[in-house]
């Protein structure tokens, strides 16, 4: 049995508007003026309060976030073209929080009349996903703070800017560590960043470098002086711990630092710092009320 040309065309049109309607895919059909010619469920499900009745006929760049709109509108024009192309936008929402995220692929499906479809993947989950992987990439897990990755990408934002960077060296870490335990060691580097972040200012940055040491990154003030700050922290730190099981230990803290000079590395200024740390490296020594 033959099969007449018009009816496989009524055929593939209806197999094109049953993927069309029944997709998870968000789809657009837009025309020349862009206009919303069609739209399907998952697109109308994906704004709330819409539907796909009251969508058709509407400007199609009112679907993206306001920041959006000039590329929204300019991949439409490209597509007229006949210029395809993939893009990732925010959906239109009236709270930030619940925004989403769609890649979009936008293409002329016909010349005359002219159509543009737009078929998006709402990427939401994926990018809240690879968001909180570079963040846990970037945290320290024991103390909240960042870890030696989110201080380097820190520090090369503040490149040449003339910012401190300010290197702190626990005294007495190791002895508290080796005679009452690792859980009595992590209280003491947990108790330290929050005296340390309660002692900045809001704008300096807090990072733990490793082990037992920390740095603080100043931006250029005037109000601003290494020496205030340096006395701020040891009186923070110098107050007695209280650490697993009621033990008390008082630590003591070496400082030292370095200057974010143009053309000079983070790496390099970590290194002045660090060096002139030792220089100040204080011999005080540690009390617990084990020892009393």
């Not at 590329?71 to 930030?96: N, V």
């Not at 543009?116 to 990018?127: F, N, Q």
Request: glycine content about 8%; aromatic content about 4%; hydrophobic content about 45%.
């Amino acid at each position: 049995m033959t099969v007449s040309m018009t009816a496989t065309r009524e055929l593939a049109a209806a197999s094109v508007a049953a993927i069309f309607a029944n997709s998870k895919a968000m789809m657009l059909l837009v025309d020349d003026q862009q206009r919303l010619v069609a739209v399907n469920d998952a697109m109308a499900q994906a704004l709330p309060g819409a539907h796909v009745g009251s969508l058709v006929g509407e400007d199609a760049a009112l679907l993206v976030a306001a920041r959006h709109v000039p590329e929204f509108r300019q991949a439409l024009r490209d597509a007229a073209k006949g210029a395809a192309s993939t893009q990732e936008h925010t959906l239109a929402s009236a709270s930030p929080t619940g925004a989403r995220g769609v890649a979009w692929s936008i293409t002329r499906v016909s010349e005359s009349p002219c159509l543009i479809a737009c078929v998006g993947v709402d990427i939401t989950a994926a990018r809240e996903e690879v968001e909180d992987l570079r963040a846990r990439a970037s945290t320290d897990q024991l103390t909240g703070l960042a870890n030696r990755a989110g201080l380097l990408d820190h520090l090369m934002t503040m490149v040449g800017t003339g910012a401190s960077v300010v290197f702190c060296d626990l005294n007495g870490f190791k002895s508290v560590n080796d005679s009452l335990g690792h859980a009595a060691g992590d209280a003491v580097l947990v108790q330290t960043a929050r005296r340390l972040q309660r002692t900045v200012r809001g704008e300096d940055f807090v990072a733990r470098l490793g082990g037992d040491e920390f740095v603080i990154v100043v931006p250029p003030s005037p109000e601003a002086s290494f020496e205030g700050l340096a006395r701020r922290l040891l009186r923070a730190i110098e107050q007695p711990m209280v650490l697993p099981g009621g033990v008390a230990a008082t630590i003591g803290m070496s400082i030292g630092e370095a200057i974010l000079a143009p053309g000079v590395e983070p790496g390099q200024v970590l290194n002045r710092a660090d060096a002139e740390m030792y220089k100040m490296k204080s011999r005080k020594p540690t009390r617990t009320s084990a020892e009393a």
